[in-house]
């Protein structure tokens, strides 16, 4: 039998070498039973409180394939803390045929699953709660619970104390009096970055980093540890369990904890009521649905290609710059990218639409998916027809069958085992007949005999479609899944714009130009993943620049 063995720690805290130890004890219990080792998982400092661990769901993945019949591990918490994950796993390793091992129990059963995966729940419920009162305790001594905030040092050997780092400090108030005196935080990141002041963790100033959210008491501007205060318990923090990822949640101001802690103020109390002045008065109305919940209609997808298009020189995202046009979001935010060439929203839409049009429209393609579909069509009605007989010739069979048993049992010749088999054969008889009358008659298909105009019509009107209040979401949403991402590069003579499309639309129209013999394939019949989208110069066309990749068994 082939075994694998999952192995995982929780906490950076512990050691690296928690996972060898794990994978050498159950090394050596595979032996024991005389099983081969197929394969290792591992999770190395990851929460069991989420299914979302790369090693897991790999592990998951591969139990669907038949890669192995037994799983074995340290203990069954290795496995997960969530009774809902582990009782998921057991169903099915139960569908699969898969047995489980601990080498602290052995087999693991459904009993071993209802009681340790409650138990195991309940240590990460008890564990949220202990921590959250040593949090407490921390915050009420004056002490930090948290991370390290720029401008402060931890101090060695006194767990959640800080002291004021000077050059960092300078910057803080650098920061509080460029925003008090008007500037934007999108223009002090910019000059920050230029001066080349490093930012929190050495990293380059965003305008994010500095602006924050002020309700969530994030960003340089709404830390109140700057005025010299504690504030703990400002959000509660929930996992999501479509995604595994922690969600903050603002608390009342009833439950947070405020402490004073004089002896860390970088910011007089003027200069941070200037600061809170001015964001009241920059501040804008976040839009809210019916029931009270925040909904943040700036960052709603409101066009085709929003959040798809990418910066070549940085990687950055392309973003709306101003009115319907996009700009390296990068160069905005840090003022760190080169690249200063702009499109506009409706150029690039069309780039995409247009390329796709041309492609989609040429007539081999139509003239192959009517031969392909109609002899598709016949071969399915053919094989149709032929099942409809072949139950019609075994009704017939049955009903001799049964002339001949009415015959024999009239001639004297009755008996018990002719009549058991009469009962069967009339069963079977009124099933076929059932089966037969309930057969939808269905008619010859047919293609529309001016398919390829149609088809053409409703190609051309691509754009008009996205645009129809009735389906532009869904339509839209359709397209966006099928692009991976639009890299925009500057051209070298400065004329504008190159884009090059990414994903599996990409594919797509790779295959469409190979399809219609346009374009050869170079020793394989994979098309690659990207195809540059320019400009002609009387028509918006696809330029092929096709990245063939090989097929890999």
């Not at 998921?88 to 087999?107: C, M, P, S, T, V």
């Not at 929190?200 to 109140?224: F, H």
């Not at 990409?506 to 989208?533: H, M, N, Y």
């Amino acid at each position: 039998m082939r075994a694998v063995i999952y192995s995982r720690y929780s906490s950076h805290n512990q050691r690296e070498a928690s996972i060898e130890d794990q994978v050498e004890v159950c090394r050596r219990y595979i032996e024991q039973q005389g099983w081969t080792l197929a394969k290792v998982y591992a999770d190395r400092a990851v929460s069991g409180g989420s299914a979302f661990r790369d090693g897991y769901r790999q592990l998951l993945a591969d139990l669907e394939t038949g890669a192995f019949e037994v799983i074995v591990c340290e203990a069954l918490d290795r496995l997960g803390r969530k009774l809902s994950d582990v009782a998921d796993l057991h169903d099915r390793l139960q569908f699969h045929g898969i047995a489980l091992h601990a080498i602290n129990l052995g087999q693991i059963t459904t009993m071993h699953v209802g009681l340790l995966g409650t138990m195991a729940q309940l240590y990460l419920s008890d564990l949220k709660d202990k921590t959250k009162r040593g949090q407490l305790g921390r915050a009420l001594a004056g002490k930090i619970p948290g991370g390290k905030a720029h401008g402060y040092d931890l101090v060695d050997g006194k767990t959640g104390e800080r002291s004021i780092n000077p050059a960092e400090a300078t910057v803080i108030r650098r920061i509080f009096r460029d925003y008090a005196a008007g500037l934007s935080p999108r223009a002090i990141a910019k000059t920050l970055n230029a001066e080349g002041v490093p930012g929190p963790g050495g990293r380059q100033w965003r305008d994010t980093t500095i602006r924050g959210q002020v309700e969530r008491g994030t960003g340089i501007l709404n830390n109140a540890l700057y005025v010299g205060r504690l504030e703990w318990n400002r959000c509660s923090y929930v996992k999501d369990p479509r995604t595994g990822k922690r969600v903050a949640r603002p608390n009342p101001r009833e439950l947070w904890e405020v402490v004073e802690v004089s002896e860390l103020r970088i910011v007089d109390d003027e200069l941070w009521n200037a600061v809170k002045v001015r964001q009241q008065e920059t501040a804008f109305e976040i839009g809210r649905t019916d029931d009270g919940r925040a909904l943040n209609r700036a960052h709603r997808r409101r066009f085709l290609l929003s959040g798809l298009l990418r910066c070549g020189p940085c990687g950055g995202g392309y973003t709306i710059v101003a009115k319907d046009r996009y700009g390296c979001a990068t160069r905005r935010t840090k003022g760190t990218c080169a690249n200063a060439a702009t499109i506009t929203r409706q150029e690039i839409e069309d780039r995409v639409l247009s390329g796709l049009k041309d492609k989609l429209m040429a007539p081999e393609l139509v003239r192959t998916f009517i031969e392909e579909f109609q002899a598709e069509a016949n071969r399915l009605q053919a094989a149709r027809q032929q099942e409809i007989a072949a139950r019609r010739a075994r009704l017939e069979a049955v009903g001799r069958k049964i002339a001949g048993i009415l015959a024999a049992i009239e001639d004297g010749n009755y008996n018990r085992s002719l009549t058991e088999r009469l009962g069967v054969l009339e069963g079977e008889q009124e099933a076929l007949t059932r089966e037969l009358n309930q057969a939808p008659d269905e008619p010859t298909l047919r293609l529309h005999p001016r398919l390829a105009e149609v088809y053409a019509d409703k190609v051309a009107r691509l754009e008009e479609a996205l645009n129809d209040p009735a389906i532009k979401t869904e339509a839209a949403e359709i397209l966006r899944s099928l692009i991976e991402r639009i890299e925009l590069c500057p051209r070298r003579d400065g004329s504008g714009l190159e884009a090059r499309l990414y994903g599996d639309l990409a594919r797509i129209l790779a295959f469409c130009e190979g399809a219609t013999g346009k374009e050869k394939l170079p020793g394989s019949d994979e098309p690659g993943s990207q195809l540059s989208v320019v400009a002609g110069a009387c028509n918006h066309l696809y330029r092929t620049n096709l990245r063939w990749v090989r097929k890999v068994a």
